[in-house]
C-alpha cells in the first residue's frame, strides 16, 4: 500500500511516462511502453480486455485485424501533426476532411455514444475501425481500458492509419490488415516508427515503402470502410447489408469492368474522383509539376465543415456536389383536356407543338440521372440525410400554385416529398429514425439511383380555371446531411444546415399555344433524353413504355444504336418478348460485332431457348474480356453446373467471390455443389453463411406493415406512382432558410 506521498510520486512518474508513451504495470514493475515488448503489451491489454467475440476475434465485430493479430501500442499511431512539417498543403486539406474529423465531430459521437450506452463499448469496434482505427488496435475499447489517454481520437482516420494498411478483403467495414505503423522500412523489412525528420530526408525511398502499399491507389483500398453491413454480433439477429458503395463502381462503367451499363465512360477511381490534382500553395514536398493530389476527399459531407466553420472545405464539398454529377429534366407532359378527353404524352417538352387550356390535368414527368458518379445517388448511409425533388409551379408573376419536396416552418421536409432514402425498421414496427442500426431488422425500402441510371418522378395538377399568360415549372434536386429529426437529436436545438442543389431546370408554358424549340447544341441531346426515360421506365417496369423510348433514341442516334436496340431487347425480354428481342440483338451485333453488352444478352437468349452450347460460347467471349464481370460469371456457374462440371462451376463461383466475398447466390450455389460432391464439411459452411447472407422471409410482414401504416413512405414503394398536387399555401414552408456556420 503506498503511502500519499507516495502515490504523488507515482502519479508524476505516471503522468512524464505517459507524456512520452504509456506505461505499463508488469509484475509491479513499471514500464514505459516505448520499451515494453510486444508480448508484454498483449499480456497487459489482455488481463482487462473484453474478448466478448472470442480471443482469435480481438477486433470484433468489425472485419479489421493486423498483420500479427496483435494489439499495436497507441504511439505508434504517429500523430498527423507529425507530417505537417513536409507536407505542408496535404496536412491542411487533411485537417478539414471528413477523415480527419471521423471520430469527433458531434453527429459521429452522438451515433457511437448511443450504442455505448444500449450496448457496451465492445460493439463500437465495428464503428470504429472506420473511424478510429488507433483506438481499436491499441485495445481501448473495452470497459476497463489501460490507459485513459487518447490523443489519438483527434486525428480520427489518421495519415498513418490510411497509409499503414497492407490488404483489404473486400468485405468492408474495416476489411483490411494493418501492419504495425512506420515511418520507415528498410529494404530488409525493418520498421521504425519514430525516426527523425532528417533520417526521412535522407532516405525517401525507405518512408515510400512505409507508407505507399500500391493497395492504396486501388478503389479495393476505399470499399474497405465505404462498404457496411450490420452482423449478426451487432443486432443479436442477422447480417443486414448497409451499402456498398465499391461493388457499385465495380460493376458501374467507370471500373471498366463491365459489358452491363447503359454507357460507356472513361475509366475512373475513388481517387480519381475524391482526390483530384490541386495546386501546391505552401511547397508540399509531395507536390510533382507544383500539385498535389487533394487530402480533402470532397464528396457529400456538407454538416462536418458548418459545424466547425471549414468555409474552404465546406466549398470544395459544395463544388464537387454541383459538378455536373445528376441531371434533372422535365421531359413530358400528359395533358387531359379539362373538357375531357383521352390523355395526350408531350415529349419531349420542347420538341412538340401542343396547346394547354385552363382546367387541363397535367401531369409532367421529370427525369433524374445518375450522370457522373461511379456509385449510388445518393451513396451509404441515406436513412439519415436527404436528397430530394423540390417541384413547383408558379404563374406568371411568381406566384406559388403548387409545390412539392419545400422545407415546413419547423425545419422537416415535406414528407411527400419524392425523395432517395432508405428507411429502417425496428422489430416493434417503428421507424429508426435516429441510425441505431443495431435495433434495425427490416428495410422495407431502399431507394437510389445507380450509376449511369435514371429515375422518374411525376406530379399531376390543374391550371386554374381563372389562370391567364403562363406558368412555370420548375425542379431542383436538393441534397441535405442531415435529416432535421437527427441533427436536432444531435445538437439539442434547431439549426438549418446546408441545402445544396445539385441540379436545376425550368419550363415555361403558356396557357394557349406552344410551339417546338430549335436543340441548344449545348444542352442534353434528344436521343439522351429518351434513352434515359427509357431506363427509368425500365427500372419503374414500365416495360412496354421503356421499350418504346428506346426506339426513339435509336432512330435519333446511330452511333449509339447498338445500344439502344439492345435496350429495347431488354425490355421485351422482361415481358417475355423473346423472339423480337433476339431480332433487336442480332441486329445490334450486325451494327457492332464487339458490343459484349448485346453479346452476353444473346447467351440470355440461348439459354432461354435451351442452346446452352451457343451460350455458353457467348459468355466465355464476354468472360474474356471482362474476367471480373460477376453476371457473366454467375451464367458460366450456372451452365457448368446443369453439364454436372461441378468443378469447374465452382471455381466461377470462387472468382465471384473473390470480388464480392458476401455475394448471396454465390454461397447458394456453393452449398449445392460441395453437396454434390461430397464436400459435406465445406457444404455446412457455405449453408451456414448463406442463412446468414439470405433476407429473412419472416420480416416481409413487418415491412409491408410499416409501409402500410406510413403512405408518404409506402406510396415511393410501388413501381408506379403519382404525387397528386394541391394548391400551395405560403404558411406550409419555412421562410429564410439560412445556414449556421461554427456551432459548438
Known amino acids: 500500500m503506498y503511502g500519499v506521498s507516495a502515490k504523488k510520486f507515482l502519479t508524476v512518474i505516471i503522468t512524464t511516462a505517459f507524456a512520452a508513451g504509456a506505461i505499463y504495470m508488469f509484475s509491479g514493475t513499471i514500464v514505459s511502453s516505448r520499451s515494453a515488448s510486444v508480448d508484454d503489451y498483449q499480456k497487459w491489454i489482455a488481463e482487462t480486455y473484453d474478448f466478448r467475440f472470442g480471443h482469435d476475434r480481438p477486433f470484433a465485430p468489425s472485419n479489421a485485424t493486423t498483420v500479427s493479430g496483435n494489439f499495436i501500442k497507441p504511439e505508434k499511431f504517429t500523430a498527423s501533426q507529425r507530417c505537417v512539417a513536409c507536407h505542408t498543403d496535404i496536412h491542411p486539406q487533411w485537417r478539414e476532411s471528413a477523415h480527419a474529423n471521423a471520430f469527433r465531430e458531434p453527429f459521429y459521437q452522438k451515433n457511437v455514444n448511443d450504442l455505448t450506452t444500449k450496448r457496451n463499448i465492445a460493439f463500437t469496434r465495428h464503428c470504429e475501425s472506420c473511424h478510429n482505427p488507433a483506438a481499436l488496435f491499441s485495445g481501448a475499447l473495452t470497459d476497463k481500458p489501460r490507459f485513459k489517454d487518447r490523443p489519438f481520437d483527434d486525428d480520427g482516420v489518421s495519415c498513418i492509419a490510411c497509409h499503414s494498411i497492407q490488404s483489404v478483403s473486400g468485405r468492408g467495414v474495416g476489411g483490411y490488415t494493418m501492419a504495425e505503423p512506420a515511418l520507415l522500412v528498410s529494404e530488409s523489412g525493418e520498421r521504425i516508427s519514430n525516426p527523425t525528420d532528417q533520417d526521412i530526408l535522407e532516405d525517401v525511398p525507405a518512408h515510400k515503402r512505409a507508407l505507399m502499399n500500391d493497395v492504396l491507389k486501388k478503389p479495393e483500398f476505399c470499399a474497405a470502410c465505404h462498404k457496411s453491413q450490420v452482423p449478426k454480433e451487432l443486432n443479436d439477429y442477422k447480417f443486414l447489408r448497409a451499402f456498398a458503395v465499391g461493388d457499385e463502381l465495380q460493376m458501374s462503367s467507370f471500373s471498366k469492368e463491365s459489358p452491363h451499363p447503359y454507357y460507356v465512360r ?419 459452411r457455405e449453408e451456414k453463411t448463406f442463412l446468414d447472407l439470405k433476407e429473412d422471409p419472416r420480416t416481409t410482414a413487418l415491412a409491408a406493415d410499416f409501409l402500410q401504416r406510413n403512405p408518404s413512405v409506402g406510396r415511393r414503394s410501388l413501381p408506379y406512382y403519382v404525387n397528386d398536387l394541391k394548391p400551395f399555401r405560403s404558411d406550409l414552408e419555412k421562410s429564410g432558410y439560412l445556414a449556421v456556420f461554427g456551432l459548438q
Open 266 to 684: 472513361d475509366k475512373q477511381s475513388c481517387n480519381s474522383c475524391h482526390m483530384v490534382k490541386v495546386d501546391a500553395k505552401f511547397s508540399d514536398i509531395a507536390a510533382k509539376g507544383g500539385v498535389v493530389s487533394s487530402h480533402r476527399f470532397a464528396a457529400a459531407n456538407t454538416a462536418i465543415p458548418t459545424f466547425y466553420g471549414y468555409r474552404d472545405q465546406l466549398k470544395e464539398v459544395e463544388t464537387f456536389l454541383k459538378d455536373d454529377r445528376l441531371g434533372i429534366d422535365i421531359f413530358a407532359l400528359r395533358r387531359v383536356p379539362g373538357n375531357g378527353g383521352s390523355e395526350e404524352l408531350i415529349a419531349p417538352v420542347n420538341r412538340r407543338n401542343f396547346k394547354l387550356g385552363t382546367g387541363d390535368v397535367i401531369t409532367a414527368d421529370v427525369v433524374v440521372t445518375n450522370k457522373n458518379i461511379g456509385h449510388s445517388f445518393p451513396p451509404e448511409l441515406r436513412d439519415f440525410y436527404e436528397a430530394y425533388i423540390e417541384f413547383y409551379v408558379t404563374d406568371g408573376a411568381g406566384k406559388p400554385l403548387y409545390k412539392s419536396g419545400f422545407i415546413k416552418p419547423d425545419g422537416y421536409l415535406d414528407e411527400f416529398a419524392h425523395d432517395y432514402k432508405t428507411y429502417l425498421v425496428r422489430p416493434d414496427g417503428s421507424s429508426n429514425e435516429l441510425h441505431h442500426i443495431w435495433e434495425t431488422r427490416v428495410i422495407p425500402q431502399n431507394l437510389a439511383i445507380q450509376s449511369g441510371r435514371s429515375d422518374v418522378a411525376r406530379y399531376r395538377f390543374a391550371i386554374p380555371a381563372e389562370l391567364t399568360g403562363n406558368i412555370k415549372i420548375s425542379a431542383r434536386l436538393q441534397y441535405r446531411r442531415f435529416t432535421r429529426v437527427f441533427s436536432d437529436y444531435v445538437l439539442g436545438k434547431s439549426v438549418d444546415y446546408p441545402i445544396v442543389t445539385m441540379a436545376a431546370t425550368e419550363k415555361m408554358l403558356n396557357i394557349g399555344d406552344n410551339a417546338s424549340a430549335q436543340p441548344d447544341p449545348k444542352a442534353m441531346p434528344d436521343w439522351r433524353r429518351w434513352n434515359n426515360y427509357g431506363i427509368a421506365l425500365l427500372d419503374q417496369r414500365q416495360f412496354a413504355a421503356a421499350a418504346d423510348a428506346f426506339a426513339k433514341a435509336a432512330e435519333l442516334d446511330e452511333k449509339y444504336r447498338p445500344f439502344a436496340l439492345t435496350n429495347r431487347a431488354l425490355a421485351f425480354m422482361e415481358i417475355d418478348r423473346w423472339v423480337e428481342a433476339r431480332k433487336l440483338i442480332d441486329t445490334a451485333l450486325e451494327l457492332d460485332p464487339a458490343n459484349y453488352r448485346a453479346l452476353y444478352q444473346r447467351g440470355r437468349i440461348n439459354r432461354v431457348e435451351s442452346k446452352l452450347a451457343q451460350a455458353e460460347a457467348d459468355f466465355k467471349k464476354v468472360n474474356s474480356a471482362f474476367p471480373r464481370d460477376r453476371l457473366t460469371l454467375q451464367q458460366l456457374g450456372e451452365l457448368s453446373k446443369i453439364r454436372n462440371d461441378y468443378s469447374t462451376a465452382i471455381g466461377y463461383f470462387q472468382q465471384i467471390l473473390s470480388i464480392d466475398p458476401e455475394d448471396v447466390g454465390s454461397h447458394y450455389n456453393m452449398m449445392l455443389l460441395y453437396r454434390k460432391t461430397g464436400m459435406k464439411a465445406d457444404a455446412e
